[in-house]
């Protein structure tokens, strides 16, 4: 059975291209730099948001209207494989992502659960076989059923910590047998409301103890994919463990696990937490800790996680920078954990909101490379830096100087001259690299 009967396989025609079906500036072939565009962009489907999600919100039920939906239990499950199948391919798309109860409905006990999930990776699995996407990564749903109330990994229950960690045992297995190249850790959770009612010490211990099992239990069954924490602040608990880069950065720390885990950074999830997507990006950079994104933008007037598909070009050139940056995504990928909106309830949608997010950061590539080419940053980096190339500056960052000789530096100064900053020009300059993009040239 076709789900999206009314469509075809979509092509890159150019950005002159009136199809609103088709590419405009993603072009999977197209050598930037030393890859192509396929390769650097690794574009991953969210199976959630795709084909499970009805549209609700707190003020209204679900509008979406999806052909596998008349189906029930095990048939609806089977139907979105063959619906996922059908959008892949359809969409060119290398790789695609999904949470455990996405692909597979739970049953009345963890039995029945493992049982209906073991029915659905087969058929994936078999569906893999034929087909060029791969899955990114997967992970397991603990946040949405009500046992999770008070957590997970750093629940307050002995009961939700076993269930919490069996669940992660067969999301391992099956990431396993599906050949992930990542799993992620998604806290949900994995927080507090407050501390009056709360032992902090004991949930994170408890927590750095889960990950530590986790990472003993993948390496005793022989699954190798890169681990991935994904930082999400505010929501659903007020103050969550994982609530940015740099806390989950001092978390693998302080329990040592920064050797067995990256970030997995989404841009919404970075304007939570006061940051900007590449802030997020950058820390993890800096750090060697960026392993995969989560490809969204939030909207500036909502404060909480609307998850839209990208089509902001000057966030999606300054992602683009960061990862370039990195030296690409390595095993990780940009998965489109984004939804329609709400009024954008057909089939159709799906796939359009998919192709204006890639072409989004194909844009955001081609323009990323270009700054990089022509130095543009870093010449205006490097510049307001100078002063720590030499002199005094140099002795600073080569560590040969102490209080005693800075002091006696500044004690010599008559003034102190300043250089500008030169924002305005630096944003000027990347516009003017956009709209060159836009022009072809």
Same mark, same amino acid.
């Given at each position: 059975?076709?789900?999206?009967?009314?469509?075809?396989q979509?092509?890159?025609?150019g950005?002159?291209?009136?199809?609103?079906?088709?590419?405009?500036?993603?072009?999977p072939?197209?050598?930037?730099?030393?890859?192509?565009? &396929?390769?650097?962009?690794?574009?991953?489907?969210?199976?959630?948001h795709?084909?499970?999600?009805?549209?609700?919100?707190?003020?209204?039920?679900?509008?979406?209207?999806?052909?596998? %939906?008349?189906?029930?239990? @095990? %048939?609806?499950?089977?139907?979105?494989?063959?619906?996922a199948f059908?959008?892949?391919?359809?969409?060119?798309?290398?790789?695609f992502?999904?949470?455990?109860?996405?692909?597979?409905?739970?049953?009345?006990?963890?039995?029945?659960?493992?049982?209906?999930?073991?029915?659905?990776?087969?058929?994936?699995?078999?569906?893999?076989?034929?087909?060029?996407?791969? !899955?990114?990564?997967?992970?397991?749903?603990?946040?949405?059923?009500p046992? +999770?109330?008070?957590?997970?990994?750093?629940?307050?229950?002995?009961?939700?910590?076993?269930y919490?960690?069996a669940?992660?045992?067969?999301?391992?297995? =099956?990431?396993? &047998?599906?050949g992930?190249?990542?799993?992620?850790f998604?806290?949900?959770?994995?927080?507090?409301?407050?501390?009056?009612n709360?032992?902090?010490?004991?949930e994170?211990?408890? !927590?750095?103890?889960?990950?530590?099992?986790?990472?003993?239990?993948a390496?005793?069954?022989?699954?190798d994919?890169?681990? @991935?924490i994904?930082?999400?602040?505010?929501?659903?608990t007020?103050?969550q463990?994982?609530?940015?880069?740099?806390?989950?950065?001092? +978390? @693998?720390?302080?329990?040592?696990?920064?050797?067995?885990?990256k970030?997995?950074? &989404?841009?919404?999830?970075?304007? @939570?937490?006061?940051?900007?997507?590449?802030?997020?990006?950058?820390?993890?950079?800096?750090?060697?800790?960026l392993?995969s994104?989560?490809?969204?933008?939030?909207?500036?007037?909502l404060?909480?996680?609307? %998850? /839209?598909?990208?089509?902001?070009?000057?966030?999606?050139?300054?992602?683009?920078?960061?990862i370039?940056?990195?030296?690409?995504?390595g095993?990780?990928?940009?998965? +489109?954990?984004?939804?329609?909106?709400?009024?954008? +309830?057909?089939p159709?949608?799906?796939?359009?909101?998919h192709?204006?997010?890639?072409?989004s950061?194909?844009?955001?590539?081609?323009?990323?490379?270009k700054?990089?080419?022509?130095?543009?940053?870093?010449?205006?980096?490097?510049?307001?830096?100078?002063?720590?190339? &030499?002199?005094?500056?140099?002795? =600073?960052?080569?560590?040969?100087?102490?209080?005693?000789?800075? /002091?006696?530096?500044?004690?010599?100064?008559?003034?102190?001259?300043?250089?500008?900053?030169?924002?305005? !020009? =630096?944003?000027?300059?990347i516009n003017?690299? !956009?709209?060159r993009?836009?022009?072809?040239?």
């Amino acid at each position: 059975m076709s789900y999206f009967n009314n469509m075809n396989q979509i092509k890159y025609e150019g950005s002159k291209s009136t199809n609103p079906y088709a590419f405009k500036f993603y072009n999977p072939e197209e050598k930037i730099g030393e890859k192509t565009m &396929e390769e650097y962009l690794r574009f991953g489907v969210a199976y959630w948001h795709t084909f499970t999600e009805d549209l609700s919100d707190p003020f209204g039920v679900g509008t979406a209207i999806r052909p596998w %939906d008349k189906y029930e239990g @095990l %048939d609806l499950a089977k139907a979105r494989v063959e619906a996922a199948f059908e959008f892949f391919e359809k969409l060119g798309v290398p790789y695609f992502c999904f949470h455990d109860v996405d692909i597979a409905p739970e049953g009345s006990s963890l039995r029945e659960s493992n049982q209906n999930l073991d029915t659905i990776v087969a058929m994936i699995k078999d569906y893999m076989k034929d087909s060029k996407t791969k !899955l990114l990564w997967n992970t397991v749903n603990n946040f949405s059923h009500p046992r +999770f109330v008070h957590g997970a990994g750093s629940a307050n229950n002995a009961d939700v910590f076993a269930y919490a960690a069996a669940k992660v045992k067969k999301g391992l297995e =099956i990431g396993k &047998e599906l050949g992930a190249e990542n799993y992620v850790f998604w806290g949900g959770r994995e927080g507090y409301e407050t501390l009056l009612n709360t032992d902090m010490k004991l949930e994170m211990d408890n !927590l750095g103890r889960f990950f530590h099992m986790a990472v003993d239990y993948a390496k005793e069954i022989g699954f190798d994919a890169q681990f @991935l924490i994904e930082p999400k602040p505010k929501e659903p608990t007020t103050h969550q463990y994982d609530f940015d880069v740099a806390s989950g950065y001092a +978390f @693998l720390q302080h329990y040592n696990l920064q050797d067995h885990f990256k970030f997995n950074i &989404e841009a919404n999830h970075a304007t @939570l937490a006061g940051h900007t997507f590449e802030h997020e990006l950058r820390y993890a950079r800096v750090n060697n800790m960026l392993g995969s994104v989560d490809a969204n933008q939030g909207h500036p007037l909502l404060g909480w996680d609307t %998850d /839209e598909f990208p089509s902001d070009l000057y966030s999606t050139t300054l992602a683009m920078y960061e990862i370039l940056k990195n030296g690409g995504l390595g095993r990780g990928g940009l998965n +489109f954990d984004a939804k329609v909106r709400r009024g954008s +309830f057909t089939p159709e949608d799906l796939m359009l909101a998919h192709i204006t997010g890639m072409d989004s950061f194909a844009v955001g590539l081609k323009v990323a490379q270009k700054l990089m080419d022509d130095k543009v940053l870093d010449d205006f980096v490097e510049d307001r830096y100078r002063s720590f190339n &030499e002199g005094i500056g140099l002795e =600073i960052v080569e560590g040969k100087t102490d209080f005693h000789k800075l /002091e006696e530096h500044a004690l010599g100064l008559t003034e102190i001259n300043h250089q500008s900053g030169r924002l305005e !020009l =630096i944003k000027a300059t990347i516009n003017q690299y !956009l709209l060159r993009a836009y022009a072809g040239e």
